[in-house]
C-alpha cells in the first residue's frame, strides 16, 4: 500500500505575514493546530516556512538565530502564479 502526500496533508495552509512576531507565529500555530506555518510577503508570495523545530531551535541555541534569516532569504522554487 502507497501513501501520497495527499493522504496525510491539510487542506488549507496557514500562512503569517514575513514581519510577524514569534508570539503571533505560536498563536496562530496553536489557533490552527499546525506545527508549521508559511512566510508570505505583502502581495502572498511564499518567502518561507517557520516549524515547531525552528522555534524550538532558536530558543535552544541563541547562535542559530543568526542563519534563521539566511535560510529564510532563499526565494522559493514555485510561485503560485507560475
Do not use: C
Not at 491539510?10 to 507565529?25: F, K, R, T, Y
Not at 525552528?54 to 541563541?62: I, K
Not at 534563521?68 to 526565494?75: F, H, I, L, Y
Amino acid at each position: 500500500m502507497s501513501i501520497n502526500v495527499r493522504d496525510v496533508t491539510g487542506h488549507a495552509a496557514i500562512a503569517v505575514l514575513e514581519e510577524a512576531s514569534i508570539a503571533e507565529i505560536v498563536d496562530a500555530m496553536n489557533h490552527f493546530a499546525v506545527g508549521a506555518v508559511a512566510l508570505i510577503d505583502v502581495v502572498g508570495h511564499p518567502v518561507g516556512i517557520v516549524s515547531e523545530y525552528d522555534l524550538l531551535v532558536m530558543e535552544a541555541d541563541p547562535e542559530w538565530r543568526g542563519h534563521a534569516g539566511k535560510a529564510r532569504s532563499r526565494q522559493p522554487s514555485l510561485r503560485p502564479d507560475s
